[in-house]
């Protein structure tokens, strides 16, 4: 698993880079972190308690569910953006979250140690159904 999510990691910091290129080509200039109360909802929602097995297939959820919902907003960004260049590269996003989210939720399985991780998937699946209802219609990826 450490291979995995050090080439994940990679990835990321690989995409932040690109993503600040296209800030700077812009002539414009990355803001400062904003609170991201979905996410934090979220990791909240982990369970502190349990086991070891319990605490890491819950922060790999949650890392699959942040996955999931990126992969998603690429997908409608890509699919709508008229720039071509961005459509291009909210694809290629699009494509390496998807792998992401499936690794997470790869990991969580085989790490499962006989947890019922479908289970624990739909309670997350259906927490974030209902906390999704507190934000509104914001150029966000996440909430
Ligand atoms: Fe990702």
């Known amino acids: 698993m450490i ?3 050090v ?3 990679q ?3 690989m995409h932040f880079n690109m993503v600040h290129e296209k800030i700077k080509a812009r002539g414009l200039v990355l803001g400062p972190e904003r609170k991201d109360e979905y996410v934090n909802l979220l990791y909240n929602f982990r369970r502190k308690g349990g086991s070891k097995t319990t605490r890491l297939i819950d922060h790999l959820l949650f890392a699959a569910i942040i996955e999931a919902r990126s992969c998603e907003r690429f997908s409608v960004l890509s699919e709508n953006i008229t720039d071509p260049e961005l459509k291009e590269f909210y694809k290629e996003l699009m494509i390496s979250e998807a792998n992401h989210y499936t690794t997470f939720i ?4 085989q790490y499962a140690n006989g947890e019922d991780v479908e289970k624990r998937w739909q ?4 927490y974030e159904g ?4 507190q934000f509104g219609v914001k150029e966000t990826i996440h909430g």
């Open 106 to 109: 790869g990991y969580a399985r």
């Open 130 to 133: 209902e906390i999704i209802n």
């Open 11 to 13: 990835e990321e910091l």
């Open 123 to 126: 309670e997350f699946l259906d």
């Open 3 to 5: 291979e995995g999510l």
């Open 7 to 9: 080439a994940i990691a």
